[in-house]
């Protein structure tokens, strides 16, 4: 039995086999409406959560199967001092697979050594968040037609940014991949990325105006800057604007350049951009759950 | 005790200058029954400076723990004043409540009954299994807990 807790978990044949199934699932759904007949998904969720919950839970129902579990601490024994061991060893008795998001770092990893169910991490804390990775993954793969040789940049909060990092880390196996890095001197990629990619001689450049390199994009990748990330008000006020994407901006970028974004959005994407057919977001979704049917069919083993 | 000799014991020698008290720390060598002296900065050939601990009549130490701490670090064993073995230390795969993980965002700081475990990752530093931060000397929150 395998857990996902890292995205770094999987090979590059591990992902390309999820990918190539999710896609199969894209062009098929019926065929896969009953390969989870049966099977019970428990979704543990100690905080809130908007689209990785739905998306496991729309996934599961979509395969046929049937959800359980919680939304938030409050509604668990968590409330009452129950420790991460003992819930999933209970719930290893009602369930064949556990999803669990929790705002302590290590905490899937703790569910992984006490589970006889696979677990999937689905966010712990500022740590890893493996299913946002692989459909960030299958969102370039469906829309570009590839994974290697491309140029991504990646703006905003790079310092703070799981999903970024993960990013950065599973596009690093893949052939000529270029990387701008778009962010203010103080939340640059942490060293220990910068120097995972000098070692493979990834080319990267670190920059902090988007609207200076966007042009050289194939693929924009944003996330939320916020303002009390800044050291000073003067450096805020300098850098805020090249941080919020507009129609302005887009008019500098490649006409097949896709935007993406994680999502929760505030306001780092004006909601003008939403109609921009390179706009591809809400798209990202929708990968989101087709890759999640792809994974827990593969750790099910149906 | 005399800190010269030794009748029986051991002496953990070749620790880099100003760790002694760490390693006093993390083996809890203030519990010990017996004489334990820390002699500071003494001259060695090799680094210039370098601390000493002498434990008189135990030899029972856990060698994991002082690899961990410092794989350069040499154990002579004492036996009948002479050195009856010399042990020369290597860096252990993981180390199980020796140290405990500072990270506050980690499932370790809320949930108090988990080991404190940390893995040796790319052949020179140890990461906390859970939330995999780094262990860096001198910044851990508490000594050893059995």
Same mark, same amino acid.
């Given at each position: 039995?395998?857990?996902?807790?890292?995205?770094?978990?999987?090979?590059?044949?591990?992902?390309?086999?999820?990918?190539?199934?999710?896609?199969?699932?894209?062009?098929?759904?019926?065929?896969?409406?009953?390969?989870?007949?049966?099977?019970?998904?428990?979704?543990?969720? +100690?905080?809130?959560?908007?689209?990785?919950?739905?998306?496991?839970?729309?996934?599961?129902?979509?395969?046929?199967?049937?959800?359980?579990?919680?939304?938030?601490?409050?509604?668990?024994?968590?409330?009452?001092?129950?420790?991460?061991?003992?819930?999933?060893?209970?719930?290893?008795? +009602?369930?064949?697979?556990?999803?669990?998001?929790?705002?302590?770092?290590?905490?899937?990893?703790?569910?992984?050594? +006490?589970?006889?169910?696979?677990?999937?991490?689905?966010?712990?804390?500022?740590?890893?968040?493996?299913?946002?990775?692989?459909?960030?993954?299958?969102?370039?793969?469906?829309?570009?037609?590839?994974?290697?040789?491309?140029?991504?940049?990646?703006?905003?909060?790079?310092?703070?940014?799981?999903?970024?990092?993960?990013?950065?880390?599973?596009?690093?196996?893949?052939?000529?991949?270029?990387?701008?890095?778009?962010?203010?001197?103080?939340?640059?990629?942490?060293?220990?990325?910068?120097?995972? *990619?000098?070692?493979?001689?990834?080319?990267?450049?670190?920059?902090?105006?988007?609207?200076?390199?966007?042009?050289?994009?194939?693929?924009?990748?944003?996330?939320?800057?916020?303002?009390?990330?800044?050291?000073?008000?003067?450096?805020?006020?300098?850098?805020?604007?090249?941080?919020?994407?507009?129609?302005?901006?887009?008019?500098?970028?490649?006409?097949? *350049?896709?935007? *993406?974004?994680?999502?929760?959005?505030?306001?780092?994407?004006?909601?003008?951009?939403?109609?921009?057919?390179?706009?591809?977001?809400?798209?990202?979704?929708?990968?989101?759950?087709?890759?999640? *049917?792809?994974?827990?069919?593969?750790?099910?083993?149906? | 005790?005399?800190?010269?000799?030794?009748?029986? /014991?051991?002496?953990?020698?070749?620790?880099?200058? /100003?760790?002694?008290? #760490?390693?006093?720390?993390?083996?809890?060598? $203030?519990?010990?029954?017996?004489?334990?002296?820390?002699?500071?900065?003494?001259?060695?050939?090799?680094?210039?400076?370098?601390?000493?601990?002498?434990? %008189?009549?135990?030899?029972?130490?856990?060698?994991?723990?002082? /690899?961990?701490?410092?794989?350069?670090?040499?154990?002579?064993?004492?036996?009948? /004043?002479?050195?009856? #073995?010399?042990?020369?230390?290597?860096?252990?795969?993981?180390?199980?409540?020796?140290?405990?993980?500072?990270?506050?965002?980690?499932?370790?700081?809320?949930?108090? #009954?988990?080991?404190?475990?940390?893995?040796?990752?790319?052949?020179?530093?140890?990461?906390?299994?859970?939330?995999? %931060? %780094?262990?860096?000397? $001198?910044?851990?929150?508490? $000594?050893?807990?059995?």
């Amino acid at each position: 039995m395998k857990h996902l807790i890292d995205p770094m978990d999987l090979s590059v044949e591990e992902i390309d086999g999820i990918l190539d199934l999710a896609k199969k699932i894209i062009a098929s759904p019926k065929d896969y409406a009953h390969k989870c007949q049966g099977k019970k998904l428990a979704t543990l969720f +100690y905080e809130p959560s908007t689209r990785t919950r739905l998306s496991f839970e729309a996934a599961m129902w979509e395969l046929g199967g049937s959800v359980l579990g919680f939304s938030s601490a409050d509604a668990s024994s968590a409330a009452k001092g129950e420790s991460v061991a003992d819930t999933v060893r209970t719930v290893s008795c +009602y369930a064949d697979i556990i999803a669990m998001r929790h705002p302590k770092e290590g905490a899937a990893k703790v569910a992984s050594l +006490y589970s006889k169910i696979p677990v999937i991490n689905a966010g712990d804390g500022g740590h890893q968040h493996p299913t946002q990775t692989l459909t960030d993954l299958l969102t370039i793969r469906s829309l570009k037609g590839r994974l290697g040789t491309m140029t991504l940049g990646l703006c905003g909060d790079l310092k703070f940014g799981r999903t970024v990092h993960s990013l950065i880390r599973a596009l690093m196996r893949y052939e000529n991949v270029e990387f701008y890095l778009i962010s203010p001197q103080e939340l640059k990629v942490p060293e220990y990325i910068r120097e995972a *990619m000098r070692q493979k001689n990834i080319v990267f450049h670190e920059v902090e105006r988007l609207e200076t390199v966007i042009g050289e994009l194939d693929i924009l990748y944003m996330t939320r800057v916020q303002r009390e990330r800044f050291f000073n008000e003067e450096d805020y006020i300098r850098l805020r604007d090249s941080y919020i994407l507009d129609m302005e901006k887009m008019a500098l970028a490649k006409k097949d *350049m896709i935007v *993406m974004h994680p999502l929760p959005r505030v306001n780092e994407i004006s909601v003008e951009v939403d109609k921009d057919p390179r706009a591809k977001y809400f798209d990202q979704v929708l990968y989101g759950k087709y890759v999640r *049917m792809a994974l827990m069919m593969t750790m099910l083993e149906v | 005790m005399n800190v010269d000799s030794l009748e029986q /014991g051991i002496v953990i020698d070749h620790i880099q200058a /100003g760790k002694s008290m #760490e390693i006093y720390k993390i083996m809890q060598l $203030g519990k010990l029954d017996c004489s334990v002296a820390i002699i500071k900065n003494a001259k060695s050939k090799k680094s210039g400076k370098k601390d000493i601990i002498k434990i %008189e009549h135990t030899t029972d130490v856990d060698f994991d723990v002082l /690899g961990f701490i410092d794989p350069n670090i040499t154990v002579n064993i004492i036996r009948d /004043g002479k050195i009856a #073995e010399k042990k020369h230390m290597h860096m252990p795969q993981q180390v199980v409540n020796v140290v405990q993980c500072k990270n506050p965002r980690c499932i370790t700081s809320v949930e108090q #009954e988990l080991p404190h475990v940390f893995k040796l990752v790319d052949g020179d530093k140890y990461r906390c299994i859970y939330c995999e %931060e %780094e262990y860096r000397p $001198g910044k851990s929150k508490k $000594g050893r807990h059995f």
